[in-house]
């Protein structure tokens, strides 16, 4: 079974500083790991995803993440906090990236406070 | 391009009542699914579609009914409304690319 362990339900970052997002993950499989947003009231956006190419991914919105495979972690990066990037972000793990039908499992999600 | 639509956004049941929470999508997805967000738990999968007329339980199904007549259409029937199913409920779809696309949401108070 996967699971998915996001580090710290609340972050605060001051605008400007380095946001870092904590993800640990399992999975019995080569993993496809998703890092998406959520914005006060609306549904959950995909910032990026990793399936197996590059170990650094990009993403909208200056954002990035690392594939540690050693480590299993996927932690979200940016390095410069914007007032914007206030909202809540969710770590999901699946199985599968391509087929459809692949079932994400999500983390607890971390709620990114950014202060002027 | 809408992409998956919600309704309602917000209602409050009592206790024992029955609804339909609705979702469409217009983007040809087979794969459509339904997740509650709690605070502090994430989402967690209520039931999944991979094409109509094909459904499947998640990981919370109890209280909850789904079918899948057509592609576009995923509806959400809670049966007997309890408190414990006070929740934001999201449906999402996925057309195979590794990306879902969620709708914005039904807040779902049961008194």
């Known amino acids: 079974a996967q699971s998915v362990t996001q580090l710290g339900s609340h972050v605060s970052v001051s605008e400007g500083a380095l946001v870092l997002l904590r993800c640990n993950y399992s999975?019995?499989?080569?993993?496809?790991l998703f890092w998406y947003v959520q914005y006060p009231n609306q549904g959950l956006q995909l910032l990026l995803k990793y399936t197996s190419a590059a170990t650094l991914v990009k993403g909208i919105n200056g954002f990035e993440a690392e594939f540690k495979k050693s480590e299993t972690s996927f932690h979200l990066t940016k390095p410069s906090a914007h007032m914007s990037d206030a909202a809540e972000y969710f770590c999901a793990v699946s199985d599968s990236a391509w087929a459809a039908g692949n079932k994400l499992t999500f983390g607890g999600g971390t709620r990114v406070l950014v202060k002027p | 391009n809408a992409g998956v639509t919600q309704t309602p956004k917000f209602q409050v049941l009592k206790t024992g009542q029955s609804m339909t929470l609705q979702c469409a999508q217009d983007m040809n997805h087979e794969y459509m699914s339904w997740y509650r967000q709690d605070p502090g738990m994430g989402l967690r999968l209520i039931h999944y579609s991979v094409g109509a007329g094909i459904t499947d339980q998640g990981e919370v199904p109890n209280g909850y009914n789904v079918s899948r007549s057509t592609t576009e259409d995923f509806p959400l029937r809670l049966l007997s409304a309890a408190p414990s199913q006070t929740s934001v409920y999201f449906c999402a779809s996925e057309g195979g690319q590794g990306g879902y696309t969620f709708g914005s949401g039904t807040r779902l108070t049961v008194v």
């Open positions: 999975s019995s499989v080569p993993p496809y």
